[in-house]
């Protein structure tokens, strides 16, 4: 196991690497992960560099990375150790996209990670292995699962990444919204369709969530329905 892994798993069985030479460790691992999280909730992820984290410990980049390894395998121990599931593990969808959407709302910049950058830690793995049991609890058919768990994980990073973007807005930023939704007369007789949706919310900073309940519930629905 490399030693990416072992600190992934530090929490799971794995023994942390030591260095080979040099002083004894002076530093803890999850104060590290923690003080790098708060930066990036506070600035964004561009804002977190090994020397801006170090730097929070009076150390440089290069005293960091007996404890990280280099910037990739930072934020990936960022992302597993951000998205640690709830006390009370959900039980049912509905809990379970609730909680996700929380944690991506708490920590908007986990959105902005790509999939192909999963961060093989068992943080992650809970929340898979999570919603497989409440679909396996649900009788979901075998065949339907995958498509499910796509579903599920693709919109409540969407929702959540759309309710994060919604709380940046600033009453200048709505009211621009509002003049250019306004701006063109005829847009009702363009296009009578978009006009005539009914919203989920009657205020929109509450709409990406209450999407998200709205496609749940069909989910579920059709989860429901026997094979054809």
Known sequence: MDDHLRRLWRHRGTTLPTPRRGPRQQLDLDAILDAAIALADAS?????????????FDKTAMALYPYVGD?????????????????????????WA?????VYLAHP????????????GPHEQDWMEALL???????VPAESRAPAVTMLYATTRATAQTAAAYRRLTPADEAAWVARATAIPDFAARYPHSTRL??????????PYAGL?????????GLRQPPS
């Open 109 to 120: 910049w986990l959105t902005e990670r790509s999939w192909a950058q999963g961060s093989q």
């Open 133 to 139: 049991a409440i679909l396996d609890r649900s009788e």
């Open 198 to 207: 009914v919203p989920h919310s009657g205020d929109w900073r509450d709409a």
């Open 213 to 221: 309940m709205a496609a749940v519930d069909l989910l579920t629905a």
């Open 44 to 56: 964004g992820l561009d804002a977190v560099t090994t020397r801006a984290v170090a730097a929070r």
């Open 98 to 102: 609730t909680a996700l959407f929380e």
């Open 71 to 95: 910037k990739e395998n930072l934020l990936a121990l960022m992302q597993d150790h951000a998205s640690a599931l709830p006390a009370e593990v959900p039980t049912t969808l509905r809990d």
